[in-house]
Every structure is written in structure tokens, then in C-alpha cells.
């Protein structure tokens, strides 16, 4: 009997609880109403240390900017999301995300492979996603309206990979591993497809999900040495791989996309990789001369120094917040096509330079780099040397498709 | 295709395939053993078995940071890494079945095994969360011991790291014992009597749910062995690393004839070789149309082969019919 009675006082006390929030954000959102903007990226799991990056990127960029939507009269809010790296936890955020009628821009994804499906669901709604790290062609090239991203493109990463093992690294051959996502297969095949018109010999080109187990991928690849190594994918997986490789007597030098860019490459690989080059859609902060700023205040606020992206981020949120002023002009809540119209129109001075979109959403200037990790020591990363820096604007529209 | 190149991997592959093979048959004598007993499909021993791993990179992080890491001699640390690997993963699984197992033991079929199902969720992100709170780290790194990583290039292309002898011949090293404990010892006899017939065990004052205790600890700590073993030779562990292992594992056990020891054992290394020589040479033999990716078809066609020509799994036979 006590037992249910406790049950029952639960069961009251909870439905008081739910009754009571819609009242309490009620009470909250006086004035002209409320504006979110939504983050997606992995904030839990393997890839947790770049998704992060993002929310508090895009966090910082908030607070700093959401002073004129206040004066207003307007509540600006973030509402992080975890999509776990997941295409189908993606999908239903995003469909979460389209029922809160408050949010009007969304600054995510970190993987391509979860970008893509959720961004469909955003354009049911003409919802603006700006993307401060996926690089996949695909993302764009659908030319929807509400689409957009600050970084660059992997039919173009691909190749700065591919023209830096020819030329640079002068390696004659290449084996090629990679992990059957979007963003993975696909850098990985751009850089296949330009390794071979260059005359680089394709060894292997080899996919795999495999997180711990590489045994049996090394073995093969060792027996027909080949002078580099391209891991299309992210460090999760990249480093494991890179360090058993090593452990088994692999000679080759390992390249990598931008996937390859966090510190914990080093915290798990260790020696392995160090002297390793990636290419990379997002420079560090030592090569931005005005995110030098953004990085120092994020250490304050954050206690750690921004990852790979949280400056991509960063600028993502604040063209989010002037494209909803902008639209916002006539003092009332805007339309999110308003919002997606305002964000393709955008011009603005960022830390990661100038940003502009093209008519597809691709940034017409992008950055790419190729980095070589110069220390085993993960809290060195900031210290990566660039060795090869490049401005190219993003293929124009006919080029794919 | 590169024949040459064919047979010169063939070495490098077999010891891979060793390798891998004793891991899974190490585990699956977790599932295994209790489905002798039970007759029911512990599917949380997936996370008994990264437990393992776990308790033994927090063993081998913390001897880091008291210094003793490289101060002691390298078998020491491993010996007592395994020791603490096992400790934790049996004593584990004997909980999971006093919490999870024993208040269903009479429940039909079907009840304890989603319970089981629903403990292995619960486990991973009980792992989960405490990392997440006591390291703020998803992926775990077990430290490198420089004497194990020593290799002996025989060949251009074999290398025996002093790693995957030290997994070999420490998964012996248990197997030998499990068979001992169940053969030669007293409680041994009492475990195979209560997997006979648990009423007439008991008629003969046999304590039937301690020795049921005694056979998850055993299991549990063969599965913590594996997971330290597995830490150990591939250096890197999450929360959700015992899921597919784990799963390979049972079906190891299943190809070697479940409730049978020996069948796990041999189970074990021929699902670890099937896989390691599908991934090795399916792209060379198929001139990259089927890469490594395929492995997992190949070795589960051929589990669906043998399960069709004996459906008891390879030792079968031994495996008593149940009244």
C-alpha cells in the first residue's frame, strides 16, 4: 500500500511539473517574443571534442552579437543539440527542431552524413542551416535555398591533398583507407580520382567501420608499401588506425582531410602521427590574424582553446544574428524564409576572413590549408606548422551535377 | 593478381587470425558456460567483457601517474592488470545475475533474456557516464608498455610483436586453467552436475544458485581477461567497443556448439581466422570489387553453412539433450 502511495505523489508531482513549465517560459518570453537559434553537432561519443567546439563557438558568437535583437525588445536563445554523429539521431533533432516555431536558423552539422538528411527536413520549413564544418559537394550542390556553409569544399580538399603528396611529398604511390560515410568516402574518392590523373599509383583503396581491429586492412597494405597513406575520415578511427599501423612496421607517411583535425589525433595516436600532414577547410587560429581575439576569449570563458571549427562556428551564429536583425527590421518576429533570404544575402568581416555565398550557399572564398602535426603532445595542437596555404573559390555551379 | 604477394601475407595473416580467434573464444566462454548452466543468452556480457578493459586502463593509469608504470618490471603490470581486469568483470557479472537473472529464474524464456538485453544497455552508459564524469573522455587510450611493442621482423613481411604472443599465450594460459577448474576440481564436478539437472544436483547437496554465482564469476572473469587483452594488443576502448565483439563472440560459441567449452574454444579461432584471412584477401583476390568490408558476410556465410550441415555447431554432439 505505502508503495503505491508514493507512486501516486510521484505521479502528482510530475504532472504539476509539466503543468508548470509552459507558465514559467511563458512568464519569460515577455516583450516581442523569443528567437533560438539551434546547434547541431555530436556533443556526446567519439567525436564529442569538435561538437563541443561548435555549441560554445557558436554560443560565444550569441552572446556577443544578440545585443541589438535585445534592445528590441527580443529574447535570443541557444538551443544546443546533440546529434551524436548520427544520421537518423540528426533527423529527429531536426524534427524537433522544426516544431519549436521559435527557432529560425540552425548552425550545424559536423558530419556531412548527418547534414544531409537533416538538412531535407529543414527545407520543408525553409528553415536556414549555415554550416561551419561540412565540407561533402552534396551539401550544396542539392542548391537549396536555405542551405549554407562557411568552409570549404571537399571536391576541392581532396585534390589540395592529392597535389600535396604529388608535388610536395613527391610520393609515387598511395593506399587509400576509408569509412564509408559521405564525408569520408567522398574526400577520400576526390582525392583518389586526382591522385590517378597526376599519376600517383593507387595501391589500395579500401572502406571500413572497424574502430579497433585494423589487422587485418595493415597487413595487406604493408606487404605492397606504399610511399603515403590517405585515411578519408575522422580521428576517432584515423588514430587508432595510424598508431597499429606504425606498431606493425608500416613505412608509409600518413595523410588525412580535415577529419583528421582535433588534438585527441595525438592524444590516442601518440608518436605515430606526429610529422603526419592534413589538409584542412579551417585554419588554425594562428593563421587567422583576427581570430587570435576570439581564441583568447574563448580560453577565458571556456577554459580550453577552441577546437578545429568553433571559429567556422562562431561566424556561422553571427551571420545568423545579423541575418535575423536584418530581417527583423519591421519590429516583429520574421519569417524563417525571411531569415534564409537574409543569411544568402549576408556580407560579413569575419574572424575566419570575409564571408560571402554564392548561389548555392558555398562560400565564394574558402580557405584550405595543409598542416603537419609537429608534437605528440595534444595540448600542443595550437603549434601544427601550416605549410600550404590557399584562398580558391568554390567550383561554380555547372561544375557538378 | 599478385600471387607472390598472396602467400608471402599468409604468416602475418594466420597470427592475426590466432590473435583475434583466442580473444573470442575467450569471451565466448562467457556465453557459453552460462547457457550450459542456464540454458538462456547472457547479452550483457558484451559490457562484462569492456568492463574489463576499463578496470584495466584505470589499473595501468593510475600505476602512470604513481610512477610505477615503467618502475616495475613489465610482466608485473600485466599480471596484476589482468588480475584487476578479471576481479572486476567476475564480480560484475555475479551482480548482474543476483540483480538481474536470479529474481527471473523461473519466469519464462523469453523474460530474463530482455532483461539481459536491457543490462547491457544500462551497462554501457553506466561505463559512459563515469568516464565522461572522472576523465571527461569518451575514447580511452591504455598506455603503451615499450616491451610489448617490441616486433621480430622474420620475414619483409612477418612481424611477431612480443604483443600478440603475450595475448596467445596468456589466453592458453586461462583456457588451461578454466579446463582444469571444470575437470579436475570438486566445484567443477558440482558446476557440470548442476548443468545436468539442477533438481538432482541439489538432492545431492549440491548449493545449486552458488555454484550458478561460481559459473557467472568465471565466465565474467574470462570475459574481463579478454577485455584486458583486448585493450592491450588494439590500445584503444569506449564505452560501446564490447558490442561487436561481443556479438562475434556468441557467435563463436554458437558455431562451436553453445554449452559446450571445447566448442567455444574452437569456435572462437576459426571465426577469428575466417574473418582475418576475408579481410585480408578478399580485395586482393577479388581485385578490389569486395574489399575488407565484406569479411563479416564471409564469415557469417560460412557460420550459416555449418549451422545448416550441423546444427549443433561443430562439437555438438556433446551437448546434452535436456529432458
Redesign the interface.
Known amino acids: 500500500m505505502i508503495r503505491h502511495r508514493v507512486y501516486l505523489v510521484l505521479a502528482l508531482v510530475a504532472v504539476l511539473a509539466a503543468a508548470l513549465v509552459p507558465v514559467a517560459s511563458d512568464l519569460a518570453a515577455q516583450g516581442k517574443g523569443t528567437i533560438k537559434i539551434a546547434t547541431q553537432s555530436p556533443l ?3 567525436q ?1 571534442a569538435l561538437g563541443e567546439g561548435i555549441k560554445l563557438g557558436a554560443q560565444l558568437a550569441i552572446e556577443k552579437s544578440k545585443g541589438a535583437l535585445e534592445k528590441q525588445g527580443f529574447k535570443v536563445d541557444l538551443v544546443p543539440f546533440d546529434d551524436q554523429a548520427k544520421p537518423d539521431v540528426g533527423v529527429a533533432n531536426a524534427k524537433n527542431i522544426i516544431a519549436d516555431k521559435d527557432i529560425l536558423a540552425v548552425i550545424g552539422h559536423l558530419n556531412s552524413g548527418v547534414a544531409i538528411p537533416s538538412s531535407e527536413v529543414y527545407k520543408e520549413v525553409s528553415l536556414v542551416m549555415i554550416s561551419p564544418a561540412n565540407t561533402n559537394p552534396v551539401v550544396t550542390d542539392r542548391g537549396y535555398p536555405n542551405v549554407n556553409r562557411v568552409c570549404g569544399r571537399d571536391d576541392v580538399q581532396g585534390v589540395v591533398g592529392s597535389e600535396f603528396a604529388h608535388g610536395t611529398m613527391k610520393s609515387k604511390s598511395v593506399y587509400i583507407i576509408h569509412d ?1 560515410t559521405p564525408y569520408g568516402q567522398g574526400v577520400a574518392e576526390f582525392f583518389k580520382a586526382d591522385a590517378e590523373k597526376k599519376g600517383l599509383k593507387v595501391l ?6 572497424e ?7 595493415i ?2 597494405m ?3 608499401n606504399p610511399d603515403a597513406i590517405y585515411f578519408g575520415g575522422i580521428y ?1 578511427q584515423a ?2 588506425f595510424f ?2 599501423a606504425r ?3 608500416v613505412k608509409g607517411k600518413f595523410l588525412g582531410p580535415d577529419g583528421m583535425d582535433s588534438s ?1 589525433l595525438t ?2 595516436a ?1 608518436k605515430a602521427v606526429v610529422g603526419m600532414y592534413y589538409t584542412s577547410a579551417a585554419g588554425p587560429a594562428s593563421a587567422l590574424p583576427k581570430a587570435k581575439a576570439f581564441s583568447e576569449e574563448f580560453k577565458k570563458k571556456f577554459g580550453k582553446n577552441p577546437e578545429p571549427y568553433a571559429a567556422e562556428a562562431y561566424d556561422a551564429a553571427t551571420i545568423a544574428v545579423k541575418a535575423i536583425e536584418a530581417a527583423a527590421k519591421s519590429g516583429k518576429v520574421p519569417s524563417r524564409e525571411d531569415v534564409a533570404t537574409a543569411v544568402r544575402k549576408a556580407k560579413l568581416a569575419g574572424i575566419t576572413g570575409d564571408i560571402e555565398f554564392d548561389a548555392k550557399g558555398d562560400r565564394k572564398k574558402a580557405l584550405y590549408f595543409v598542416l603537419q602535426v609537429a608534437s605528440d603532445d595534444p595540448a600542443k595542437w595550437g603549434d601544427n606548422k601550416i605549410v600550404k596555404q590557399l584562398t580558391i573559390a568554390a567550383p561554380a555551379a555547372a561544375a557538378k551535377k | 593478381m599478385d600471387v607472390a604477394l598472396l602467400i608471402g601475407i599468409f604468416p602475418q595473416v594466420l597470427l592475426d587470425g590466432i590473435t583475434l580467434g583466442f580473444m573470442y573464444a575467450l569471451i565466448a566462454l562467457g556465453y557459453t558456460m552460462v547457457y550450459g548452466v542456464l540454458e538462456f543468452i547472457n547479452f550483457a556480457h558484451s559490457e562484462i567483457f569492456i568492463v574489463g578493459a576499463f578496470v584495466g586502463v584505470e589499473v595501468m593509469l593510475g600505476l602512470k601517474s604513481a610512477g610505477l608504470l615503467d618502475g616495475l618490471p613489465w610482466p608485473v603490470v600485466l599480471v596484476l592488470v589482468l588480475l584487476a581486469g578479471m576481479a572486476g568483470s567476475g564480480f560484475l557479472a555475479v551482480t548482474v545475475e543476483r540483480v538481474a537473472y536470479r529474481p527471473l529464474r523461473n519466469a519464462p524464456r523469453l523474460i530474463p533474456l530482455i532483461s539481459a538485453i536491457g543490462i547491457s544497455f544500462f551497462l554501457q552508459d553506466m561505463i559512459r557516464l563515469f568516464e565522461s564524469l572522472w576523465r571527461n573522455a569518451f575514447n580511452l587510450v591504455y598506455p603503451t608498455l615499450d616491451a610489448l611493442n617490441l616486433r621480430f621482423e622474420l620475414t619483409e613481411t612477418l612481424d611477431v610483436s612480443v604483443k600478440s604472443l603475450v595475448v596467445i599465450g596468456a589466453a592458453l594460459g586461462m583456457l588451461w586453467l578454466l579446463h582444469m577448474i571444470v575437470n579436475r576440481t570438486k566445484v567443477g564436478t558440482a558446476i557440470r552436475a548442476v548443468a545436468e539437472d539442477q533438481a538432482a544436483a541439489s538432492l545431492m547437496g549440491i548449493d545449486v544458485n552458488r555454484m550458478i554465482s561460481l559459473t557467472f564469476l568465471i565466465g565474467g572473469a574470462m570475459g574481463g581477461a579478454a577485455g584486458v587483452l583486448f585493450g592491450v594488443q588494439y590500445g584503444l576502448i569506449n564505452p560501446y567497443s564490447g558490442f561487436i565483439p561481443g556479438l562475434k563472440a556468441f557467435t563463436a560459441a554458437v558455431l562451436g556448439g553453445i554449452g559446450n567449452i571445447p566448442g567455444a574454444m574452437v569456435g572462437g579461432l576459426v571465426l577469428g581466422l575466417l574473418e582475418a584471412f576475408a579481410a585480408s584477401y578478399l580485395s586482393l583476390l577479388t581485385g578490389g570489387a569486395f574489399g575488407a568490408e565484406y569479411k563479416d558476410i564471409l564469415a557469417f556465410s560460412m557460420l550459416i553453412l555449418i549451422l545448416i550441415f550441423r546444427p549443433k555447431g561443430l562439437l555438438g554432439e556433446v551437448v546434452r539433450e535436456r529432458a
Open positions: 556526446s561519443g567519439g564529442a564509408k589500395g583503396f579500401e572502406g571500413t567501420e574502430k579497433s581491429n585494423f589487422d587485418p586492412i597487413t595487406p604493408k606487404a605492397k576517432d588514430a587508432p598508431k597499429q606498431e606493425k612496421g585527441d592524444k590516442i601518440g
